[in-house]
């Protein structure tokens, strides 16, 4: 596994490559029973996805539970929402969707993710790009996130 990170005022970049082909990589990212496996910053959060529309202009919500105390997502039973609108798919090339917390997350308003999936051989490199990140406090917080959330990706991968 291979893991780079990079800032910069309004966006932050993560590449990391995966030992499992681009379909694979992107079913994990847009099958309910998948994420709710796996998302999440840490191994010991709960996902429950409470709308996914899997089409450009579709929902969705996923709702993060803290398991037992955590300095990063807080107090067991801590909950954390964040939903949006799906703005883009090209099925095992690219997904795009807005990002916009809405209970007990960073009041950053709406912001962009956008995944690209490129196939490496037997491996595929997803380069996740948040955008319209405000401060440096949310590129910090969303940096640590999305590492924590792409290290779960690559356990549940190599199940």
Not at 14 to 26: K, S, Y
Not at 29 to 55: F, H, I, Q
Request: with cysteine.
């Amino acid at each position: 596994m291979d893991i780079a990170a990079q800032t910069t005022a309004a966006s932050l970049e993560i590449r990391r490559t995966f030992d499992a082909p681009p379909e694979r990589v992107f079913a994990a990212w847009t099958t309910v029973e998948a994420l709710e496996k796996w998302m999440g910053p840490v191994d010991d959060m709960v996902t429950r996805v409470e709308a996914y529309e899997l089409r450009v202009g579709g929902k969705y919500r996923f709702r993060l539970i803290t398991r037992n105390d955590d300095d990063t997502t807080g107090p067991a039973g801590t909950e954390h929402v964040v939903e949006g609108t799906f703005v883009e798919i090209r099925p095992h090339q690219r997904l795009a969707f807005t990002w916009a917390w809405v209970e007990n997350g960073m009041d950053i308003g709406e912001t962009l993710v956008t995944l690209d999936f490129t196939a490496r051989g037997k491996q595929t490199e997803l380069v996740l790009l948040h955008e319209k990140l405000p401060t440096d406090e949310a590129h910090e917080a969303h940096r640590e996130g999305w590492e924590g959330c792409l290290h779960c990706l690559g356990k549940y991968l190599d199940w």
